[in-house]
């Protein structure tokens, strides 16, 4: 792999992944140090019903599934 793509295009990847993380980290933390313990369990419920919503849409995309019409379910 040429040195110039990975400098290019797998180093900045990386690194905004390893922000990502250590962000999600960082906001994990405070909620627990704050005491809003509940409040991580409401946005991780929250986050689970975004994903199964994105899953049903690409279910939708595929023609897999006939509920609703796509521009509605995006």
């Given at each position: ?14 690194l ?7 962000s ?33 849409y ?17």
């Amino acid at each position: 792999m040429p040195l110039k793509f990975t400098i290019r295009k797998i180093i900045p990847f990386v690194l905004i992944y390893a922000a990502l993380i250590i962000s999600a980290a960082a906001l994990h933390l405070f909620f627990h140090s704050a005491g809003y313990k509940g409040t991580l369990r409401y946005l991780g419920i929250i986050g689970s019903v975004l994903i199964l919503l994105s899953f049903v849409y690409s279910l939708r995309k595929r023609k897999i599934i006939n509920l609703g019409k796509a521009k509605l379910l995006l």
